[in-house]
């Protein structure tokens, strides 16, 4: 079977090459994301591997229907950017890696936390210009604090017991409570609870229709002033221009975010040389509290080694016409 994969980086290349090697499947590279334009490209092409920025609506599920593709593999767990009604309406299959090391996100919110609250980037800086004032280096004892998580899936799960670590109360939201955080003392409470009472707030849960814009000007007016916002996991999830203002009022006291709801035209890519066209990165980028990385929460080797296993076997079980284990349905 011949493989086209979009949005692909050295270290696709990389971990995919190796992997394949025991798969045998033929493997066509395109640095460019999928779109309308770009779908074009494919030619004796049976399958295509995306990532989370391709844009895979109906117009371009047409397209793949009409050049005979059959299956759409995710090299992700989530799956916003696919049209899956669209995908069925036309027979394409639609796979996906749900669960690849939650410690490599779950990690990184950690990362972000503690850059943000004890500024270790700035601390960096300052001693390589030889200046060795601590004023405006102030942090706060994570210990004690309240943290709430919204999604206590894969990732969410391990968070809260990264922060239980830390000595934190953990408040958590999920449509789905999980017993074992429970029995291990996470206190599950009602969305206005967590954005009423937590220090420190993290987002883990999918971005779909009921969790577009989950924190906005109604959930920003209910925090704690100073309140420290995490999101890991998807743009769409946070009203940016909304969020914002909540910084120049000071309700949010540092904004940590790894995910960007326009983070298709600028992540993954070095832009240093370019004129940046979005108005709201850049005010984000002018704030002193706010921490931006370009979604690297999943950038570790074991994540990485996971997600091309996975891939490689949902695709394998596809052409075998073996039960698909990662199939998205409806
Ligand atoms: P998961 O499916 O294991 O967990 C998601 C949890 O969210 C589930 O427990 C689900 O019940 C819950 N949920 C669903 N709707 C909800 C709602 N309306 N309110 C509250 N909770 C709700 O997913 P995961 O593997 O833990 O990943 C979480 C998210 O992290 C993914 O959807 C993806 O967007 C993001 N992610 C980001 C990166 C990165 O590199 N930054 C990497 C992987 C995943």
Not at 245 to 257: P, R
């Amino acid at each position: 079977m011949k493989i086209a994969f979009f949005s692909t980086q050295l270290y696709d290349k990389k971990f995919f090459d190796e992997h394949n090697a025991s798969f045998g499947f033929t493997i066509e590279y395109y640095e460019t994301s999928l779109n309308e334009k770009t779908v074009n490209l494919l030619q004796d092409v049976q399958a295509v591997c995306v990532f989370v920025n391709d844009k895979v609506n109906r117009l371009v599920i047409e397209q793949l229907a009409l050049k005979g593709i059959k299956i759409i593999a995710l090299r992700c767990a989530g799956f916003n950017n696919v049209d899956v009604q669209a995908a069925a309406d036309h027979g394409l299959v639609v796979v996906r890696v749900p669960a690849y090391s939650p410690h490599a996100v779950a990690e990184h919110a950690v990362a972000m936390i503690m850059t943000l609250n004890r500024k270790t980037h700035k601390a960096y800086n300052r001693v390589r210009e030889q200046n060795f004032s601590l004023n405006g280096l102030l942090g706060f004892d994570l210990f004690g604090k309240t943290v709430g998580v919204i999604g206590t899936g894969n990732i969410g799960q391990v968070f809260c017991s990264i922060m239980k670590g830390f000595g934190c109360s953990v408040l958590a939201y999920d449509v789905y409570p999980n017993d074992h955080l429970i029995h291990t003392g996470v206190q599950y409470v009602t969305l206005t609870e967590i954005f009423e009472r937590a220090d420190i707030i993290s987002l883990h849960c999918p971005l779909n229709e009921q969790t577009r814009y989950l924190i906005n000007d109604d959930s920003i007016q209910r925090m704690k002033k100073g309140v420290m916002l995490i999101n890991t996991s998807r743009g769409g999830l946070i009203d940016t221009r909304t969020v914002i203002n909540g910084l120049k009022t000071g309700v949010i006291g540092s904004l940590g975010i790894d995910v960007y709801e326009q983070e298709e035209k600028l992540f993954f890519r070095d832009l240093s040389e370019k004129i940046i066209k979005d108005d709201i990165i850049s005010r984000l980028g002018s704030f002193p509290n706010v921490l931006i990385t370009a979604h690297q929460g999943f950038f570790t080797h074991e994540a990485l080694t996971q997600i091309a296993g996975t891939t490689l076997s949902n695709l394998k079980a596809f052409t075998n016409s073996e039960v698909l284990i990662n199939e998205v349905k409806i």
